[in-house]
């Protein structure tokens, strides 16, 4: 019974870890660093407000932490895609329709990125663990974009992280921007019509950078 009896407690463990990262993800979307509070957070999470600091220590750490979460759930959302299994101009078009549907998906993304770069990215500055997750992607772009040139239907001098930077950024300027651009044109720039334009204009814009004449 010793040997076993430290299990239900780690499950129990990481059950609240996760049902106050959850909840923080939620608060933290809608309200932003400045706006969240703990005592909102213990309230969705069902715990004792006590638990969040001494499992995560600060609002700021635990900001962080569900940066970390977030970013890492879009890297491995990433990964099932296989991407070195297609065709350069494949993989590049489903990176890039993944990029936009996942935005769509989960519109907290969108607001909890709002949110680090109204603070500067200081927080992700101290992670280390972000910087290994991006890593991934980006070496997964340089190989096919590699292949693509090899085999004669990209150009070369494509740099990796400049073209993740510019898939990413078409989706997410759309998004993050779509009640101000919708006003300013007059168009409701979110109807089923308007983001299947969107996302085949991304793709036609992508492919046509890197695609050789």
Known sequence: MTDTAPEPRSRNADRSQQ??????RDEFAQHGLAGARVDRIAERAD????????????????????LEGVYADIRTAEQKLHLLALSPP???????????????????F??????ANLHQARHLRKS??????????????????????KD???????????LYISIASLAYFYLSNNHTLSAIFGRDLMTGKARAERRS?????????????
């Open 19 to 24: 049902a106050i990262l959850e909840a923080a």
């Open 47 to 66: 715990v004792n407000k006590r638990l969040i600091y001494y499992y995560f220590g600060s609002k700021d750490d635990l900001f962080l932490a569900v």
């Open 90 to 108: 494949d993989a590049v078009r489903r990176l890039t329709e993944f990029t936009w549907d996942y935005y769509i998906d989960h519109p907290e």
């Open 110 to 115: 969108i607001t909890l990125l709002n949110s």
């Open 128 to 149: 280390s663990r972000v910087r290994e997750m991006n890593s991934p992607v980006i070496q997964t772009l340089g190989d096919i974009l590699e292949r693509g040139r």
């Open 152 to 162: 004669g239907v990209f150009r070369g001098g494509v740099d990796a992280v400049q």
């Open 201 to 213: 204009h991304i793709c036609d814009v992508i492919l046509g950078y890197v695609l050789k004449d």
